[in-house]
């Protein structure tokens, strides 16, 4: 009976490893991988996603990351983290490593992109870009001996959002269209990581359809007010288009978005930029109800995660309706 087992779990061990295809991302058209001939059930509970977000958040903004500036040890540690996330969900880098370095002056710095590729024959090769930056300014104005601005909101929320939606389509391969999942450095200096890696992405012909950037979800609104409000909202149908899918008002309009100039201050300003595609940043932060923008304080524990993890539940359905639409449904209007 033993002889039997062990011969047994031999062949399975085999026939699983035997399923999987190598990946090179050195061409983008050879790249191939297994997906399964019907999609796997996925929890969508926010209690399934808490644990997760809370895990990372508590390692992205602890001291010592030393508040994840670009170029230092701390954002070293951050990127090796993600890194780590990715390949431990099975999300494949995109290029041949996660990592898209750039320089700045005398400093290095990396953007990391992974990819979850589409189920769909022809929608595979449409590219949904969801991001978020995962640096932040390192230390800031001290308060009671801190000096570390640890960047909880701003943006290990962000980041840490587009992660957990990567993890989730890898997981379930519900998704028809590919997802690049990008987490930027050097946002604090002026959008240069998006800008290097927009850049990059435009000069080998990527096709993008959207992109969505997450900054500073991890506080949540008031209960009059929708979940999360979008940069640029008249700029496309984005907003409408992710609220039919959700079933609710997921997305809103946020009256002070246009005066505070937040679609040209975040992320999403490059890829509109170069690739010239509905492109948005997606925020719960609205100036009002979080008093530790750029400060000290901005720390894990003032963080919100049952609302992270609805707001994770909530935009799911929201971004695969989205995805899986044999048209593209999402375009750019005149304001």
């Keep these: 009976m033993k002889s039997i087992l062990i011969i047994f779990t031999f062949l399975l061990f085999y026939n699983c490893k035997a399923t999987k295809t190598e990946v090179s991302n050195t061409n983008k058209e050879e790249t191939t991988y297994s997906v399964p001939a019907k999609d796997v059930k996925v929890n969508l509970e926010a209690s399934d996603f808490k644990k997760s977000i809370k895990e990372s958040m508590f390692f992205l903004a602890s001291d010592d990351l030393e508040g994840r500036a670009t170029g230092s040890v701390g954002i070293e540690k951050a990127a090796v983290f993600i890194e780590n996330f990715l390949m431990t969900n099975d999300i494949k880098p995109y290029f041949e490593t996660y990592r898209d370095s750039f320089r700045l002056k005398d400093i290095i710095g990396y953007n990391i992109v992974g990819v979850v590729e589409g189920n769909d024959p022809k929608l595979k090769n449409e590219y949904i870009i969801l991001g978020g930056h995962y640096d932040h300014i390192g230390m800031g104005k001290e308060v009671n001996g801190d000096k570390i601005a640890n960047g909880a909101n701003d943006d290990a929320s962000g980041t840490i959002a587009a992660m957990e939606f990567a993890k989730y389509f ?12 990008t987490l930027y450095a050097a946002e604090e200096m ?14 080998e012909g990527i096709n993008a359809y959207t992109m969505i950037n997450f900054e500073m979800i991890g506080v949540p609104r008031a209960s009059d007010k929708s979940l999360s409000y979008m940069s640029g909202y008249e700029r496309s149908n984005f907003a409408e288009t992710l609220n039919k899918y959700a079933g609710e008002e997921v997305v809103g309009f946020f009256p002070q978005a246009k005066e505070f100039q937040l679609f040209m201050r975040s992320d999403n300003y490059p890829f509109y930029k170069a690739l010239n595609i509905p492109a948005h940043a997606i925020s719960t932060f609205d100036f009002s109800n979080f008093d530790y923008y750029h400060h000290v304080d901005d720390e894990a524990d003032k963080m919100d ?7 994770v539940v909530k935009m799911i359905p929201a971004l695969q309706g989205m995805m899986n639409t044999e048209n593209k449904e999402v375009v750019l209007k005149d304001e």
Aim: glycine share 10%.
């Design 190 to 203: 002026g959008l240069k990581g998006s800008g290097h890696l927009a850049e990059r992405l435009k000069a």
């Design 170 to 181: 890898a997981k379930s391969k519900t998704n028809k269209r590919s997802i690049l999942v």
């Design 305 to 311: 995660y049952d609302h992270m993890a609805n707001f």
